[in-house]
């Protein structure tokens, strides 16, 4: 099946400062890629969507301007928490597919954000 | 409200035993339903994606069932093993967006 990495595993960084996960495609081209976030016991909540070349959608609640998604490939999606805070620490996992909308997608490894 | 529902919560059974998920959904309209297995830490894997169509579908010990009436679906599990341990989630796709909506999850424990 189709592999999506995420880059890095976890990462425990200050407050304030940003951080930036990576998220690629490493045999297919993603034409759309999702991030979610996962709290402890929560199901995963789609933050933003991110289409290759175009501005990422986000939902509702989602401040676009504290996480900031670059969708710059067919391969890669960047996600970075700018000044990060204690209740940014979450698991955040991204998702790729290679058609236009939320057709089958594939989930990375996810991502394990701590802010002390 | 779209949503997605799973019982139990969480489960422990032992090594060898089968057991039942359930999952309930109110999605309008409805594309697929998919299960997921995640284990602690990791990205959901996909087991099975059932259109309206379909009434089970199996993916070796993994067999879902799906009743589009009732909007129901279970995950049965044969012959459990101690790697099954992780939690399963129940996702529709549909609603006006066609967006993916996602159950809490059971987490499933396997004792030897």
């Known amino acids: 099946g189709a592999v999506v990495s995420q880059h890095p595993s976890r990462v425990i960084c200050k407050s304030g400062t940003s951080v930036k996960i990576e998220c690629r495609s490493l045999?297919?081209?993603?034409?759309?890629m999702f991030w979610y976030r996962q709290f402890p016991k929560q199901s995963l909540m789609l933050m933003a969507t991110?289409?290759?070349?175009?501005?990422?959608?986000?939902e509702q609640g989602v401040e676009k301007d504290k996480f900031l998604i670059n969708h710059a490939s067919l391969t890669l999606s960047t996600l970075t928490v700018t000044s990060a805070h204690p209740e940014d620490s979450s698991f955040y996992i991204c998702?790729?597919?290679?058609?236009?909308?939320?057709?089958?997608?594939?989930f990375g490894p996810g991502t394990r954000l701590t802010v002390l | 409200k779209n949503q997605v529902e799973q019982s139990p919560q969480s489960l422990i059974i032992l090594e060898g035993k089968n057991c039942t998920l359930q999952?309930?959904?109110?999605?309008?309209?409805?594309?697929?339903l998919r299960w997921y297995k995640q284990d602690t830490g990791r990205g959901p894997v996909s087991l099975t994606i059932?259109?309206?169509?379909?009434n089970t579908k199996s993916n070796g010990r993994y067999t879902a069932t799906l009743d589009a009436d009732t909007k129901q679906s279970s995950l049965h599990i044969t012959a459990s093993q101690l790697s099954d341990s992780a939690s399963y989630i129940c996702?529709?796709?549909?609603?006006?967006?066609?967006?993916?909506?996602f159950g809490k999850g059971t987490k499933l424990s396997v004792k030897p």
């Open positions: 991110s289409n290759e070349g175009s501005k990422a959608t986000y």
């Open positions: 045999d297919f081209q993603a034409t759309t």
């Open positions: 998702s790729a597919s290679s058609s236009g909308g939320p057709h089958e997608q594939f």
């Open positions: 999952c309930n959904y109110t999605v309008s309209p409805f594309s697929n």
């Open positions: 059932m259109t309206f169509s379909e």
């Open positions: 996702v529709v796709r549909g609603g006006s967006q066609g967006n993916l909506i």
